[in-house]
């Protein structure tokens, strides 16, 4: 079983949607969360850490649910520089090792 | 700040050749790593350090050396390079149970 699961989409959806990835993770025990952006050719940039309580930043909320072991990330208002691939990306228990989903790609379309 | 930096940025090898490739990260983390990321593909751990003097194998250690002389720097050494260690690789650094920074990686093509 992988570590970081996540839908590879593609997510196609129009400007102004709102859009929500999950992925599950797999080791209980697990301390940190993270949502990366990673465009065409680039390097995954951070986006939001996620909390256990959710936290919000602008049009991007993300939430933790310990219980079932996901990690969501909502969009708002989804802008044509949203496109772009989306790493969700949890920390090893001993902090050694951040495990990174396969990724979900999301396409804006004007 | 220059946060994490790669060298070099893009570099073409024969099959067999040898090249190090270099991070440096001026942020004093404590923890650095080794991606590769092949086309429609994750990322792959190949190694990564806890600390200066140490170095630990990742998901796909095989055809890689590494070092960490200096808390600063993080090497990546291909020995004799093969067309399937075709890709991109990205360096990381993070501080304790922090998030991971990025350089900006290193395009190698094995021919």
């Known amino acids: 079983r992988k570590e970081v699961e996540q839908d590879p989409g593609p997510f196609n959806v129009p400007e102004g949607a709102t859009v929500a990835f999950n992925c599950t993770y797999s080791?209980?025990?697990?301390?940190?969360f993270f949502w990366y952006r990673q465009d065409c050719r680039k390097e995954p940039k951070l986006l939001m850490s996620?909390?256990?309580s959710g936290n919000e930043d602008g049009r991007f909320t993300a939430q933790l649910n310990r219980a079932s072991q996901y990690i969501s990330l909502l969009i708002r208002d989804s802008k044509l520089s949203d496109s772009a691939t989306y790493l969700c990306?949890?920390?090893?228990?001993?902090?050694?090792?951040?495990?990174f989903g396969s990724g979900t790609k999301l396409n804006v379309k004007p | 700040n220059a946060g994490v930096t790669q060298t070099p940025k893009f570099r073409v090898l024969k099959t067999g050749q040898s090249m190090t490739l270099l991070c440096a990260q001026d942020?004093?983390?404590?923890?650095m790593y080794w991606y590769r990321q092949d086309p429609g593909m994750g990322l792959r751990l190949i190694h990564y350090s806890v600390g200066e003097g140490t170095t630990a194998k990742g998901e796909v250690p095989d055809g890689y050396n590494v070092s960490r002389l200096k808390k600063q720097n993080f090497l990546l050494g291909l020995e004799s390079a093969a067309p399937s260690q075709t890709s991109v690789y990205f360096c990381?650094?993070?501080?304790?149970?922090?998030?991971?920074?990025f350089g900006p990686g290193t395009r190698l093509t094995v021919t």
């Open positions: 080791n209980s025990a697990s301390q940190s």
């Open positions: 990306v949890v920390n090893s228990p001993n902090f050694n090792k951040f495990y």
């Open positions: 990381a650094s993070s501080g304790t149970g922090s998030e991971q920074y």
């Open positions: 942020m004093n983390h404590e923890y």
């Open positions: 996620v909390y256990s």
